[in-house]
C-alpha cells in the first residue's frame, strides 16, 4: 500500500509540475476517494466523514483531509453522489431569453457568475437553460424536475399567482425565485425595492419641478411592475400631482418596443419631461425615442431615469438617473438561498429585499467601479 500511496503522490506531483502541458493532463490519474484515502493511509470511511465535517472525527484528521483534496485537486464523484443521495449536485437558472434579443444582457451573464462563484463552495454546478418565445414559463421548471436536471431552479420574471411557483410548492421541488409573488405560501425570494426606487424617484424630480413624469413598466402583469406602480402613485399623492393614465407606457422589455412606445408618448405629450424606465434597455430605449424625436436633454431639460445593475456608457448622460444594485451580488444572494434551503432553512426566513443605490453622476460612477476592479486584482 505504501508503494502505492508514493505512486499517487509522484502522479500528482508530476501534473502539478506539467500542468501546462496537454499530454500531462490527459495521462494523470483521476484523484477519487478511494485513491485520496490510500494516499492518507486512512479507511474510505474515514476520509468521507471527514470531507463532510462529520463529528466523529477528530478535527486534525478533517483538517488533513481537506487539505490533502485541495492540494491532490479531488472532486466528489457526481454519479457516485447520485447514486447515494439522488442529489445531481447542479442547480439550474432560467432566463427569459427573448429579452436579450438586441442588445444583449451583460447583467446576467454577472448574476450567472454570482450564483455560480458561491455554488462552487459546497461542490455544486450551475446550468443554464433558456426559456425561449414559444415555451410557456412552467415548461422549463417542469422539465428540469421531471427530467431530475438539478436539485433545484432558480428563475425570475415572477408574477403574483405565478404558475411555476404553485408546481415547485406542489411537488415540493426546492426553488429561489428572483421576484415575489402574492402567494399566501412562504417561499424564498431575493428582490429589488422597485417600490422604494420608484418612490424616491418621483419625489426627487417633483422636487426639481417636474410635473409630467411617465412610468414605462413591461408587459405581462408581473409583480414588480405593480410594485414599481405602487411606488410611483404613492410618491404622485405625497407630492399633490394629479394621477394621469396616459403617462403610463407598458411594453415589452426590449430596446426596439420601448423606443417605440416610447416616442409615440413624446409625439402625443410635448409636456413630458421626465421617463421613468424599468430596465437598462428600455433606458437605451427611452434614449433612442428622444433622439429620434429631436430632444436634447441639457436644452428641454429631459430626465431619464434607469435601473439595472451594469451602468454602460449611454448615448447621452446628462439629465440620466440611475438606481443600481449590482447583479452579481443578485446572484451571490440567489446562490447562497438555494444552499441554505438544500441545507434545511426555513423558506421564509430566505427572503430578502435589496435597496438600490442612487446614481446621478454615471461617469464618476464608472470610474469608481473601475478604480475597485483595478484594486481588488
Excluded at 490510500?38 to 472525527?57: F, N, Q, Y
Excluded at 485541495?70 to 432560467?94: E, F, H, N
Excluded at 408587459?219 to 407630492?239: H, S
Aim: net charge neutral; charged share 25%.
Amino acid at each position: 500500500m505504501r508503494c502505492r500511496r508514493l505512486a499517487i503522490a509522484r502522479n500528482v506531483a508530476g501534473f502539478e509540475k506539467a500542468n501546462d502541458e496537454p499530454s500531462a493532463m490527459q495521462s494523470s490519474p483521476r484523484i477519487n476517494l478511494k485513491t485520496l484515502a490510500e494516499h492518507l493511509g486512512l479507511s474510505i470511511t474515514t476520509v468521507s466523514r471527514a470531507l463532510k465535517d462529520g463529528p466523529e472525527v477528530k478535527p486534525e484528521t478533517v483538517a488533513r483531509v481537506k487539505q490533502a483534496a485541495a492540494a491532490l485537486g479531488y472532486q466528489p464523484d457526481a454519479g457516485g453522489v447520485y447514486l447515494r443521495t439522488g442529489r445531481t449536485m447542479k442547480i439550474c437558472s432560467v432566463f427569459f431569453a427573448p429579452e436579450v434579443t438586441d442588445y444583449g444582457d451583460a447583467g446576467f451573464l454577472a448574476q450567472v457568475d454570482g450564483v455560480s462563484r458561491t455554488l462552487e463552495g459546497d461542490n455544486y454546478n450551475l446550468i443554464v437553460l433558456a426559456q425561449t418565445a414559444s415555451q410557456s414559463p412552467l415548461d422549463t421548471v417542469r422539465r428540469v424536475f421531471q427530467q431530475r436536471l438539478a436539485d433545484g431552479v432558480i428563475f425570475s420574471r415572477t408574477m403574483p399567482m405565478d404558475e411555476r411557483v404553485r408546481f415547485c410548492l406542489e411537488y415540493k421541488f426546492p426553488f429561489v425565485s428572483f421576484g415575489r409573488t402574492e402567494l399566501q405560501t412562504s417561499h424564498a425570494f431575493v428582490d429589488h425595492d422597485d417600490e422604494g426606487g420608484v418612490y424616491d424617484a418621483v419625489i426627487k424630480l417633483a422636487g426639481e419641478g417636474h410635473r409630467r413624469i411617465a412610468l414605462f413598466n413591461p408587459t405581462g402583469g408581473l409583480t414588480y411592475a405593480g410594485l414599481r406602480l405602487r411606488g410611483y402613485q404613492r410618491a404622485l399623492a405625497e407630492v399633490g400631482l394629479p394621477w394621469d393614465p396616459s403617462l403610463l407606457v407598458s411594453a415589452d422589455l426590449s430596446v426596439w418596443a420601448s423606443q417605440a412606445a416610447l416616442l409615440a408618448l413624446l409625439q402625443r405629450d410635448r409636456g413630458v419631461s421626465a421617463i421613468l424606465c424599468a430596465n437598462q434597455l428600455s433606458m437605451f430605449g427611452a434614449m433612442e425615442a428622444a433622439l429620434e424625436h429631436g430632444m436634447d436633454p441639457t436644452r428641454d431639460g429631459l430626465r431619464i431615469v434607469g435601473f439595472g445593475g451594469m451602468p454602460f456608457r449611454m448615448p447621452f448622460e446628462q439629465g440620466v438617473t440611475y438606481y443600481y444594485q449590482p447583479q452579481r451580488r443578485d446572484g451571490e444572494e440567489l446562490a447562497r438561498h438555494m444552499l441554505a434551503l438544500l441545507a434545511g432553512s426555513a423558506p421564509e426566513s430566505l427572503q430578502t429585499v435589496l435597496p438600490y443605490q442612487r446614481i446621478d453622476d454615471l461617469q464618476r460612477f464608472r470610474l469608481e467601479l473601475r478604480e475597485q476592479a483595478a484594486g481588488s486584482v
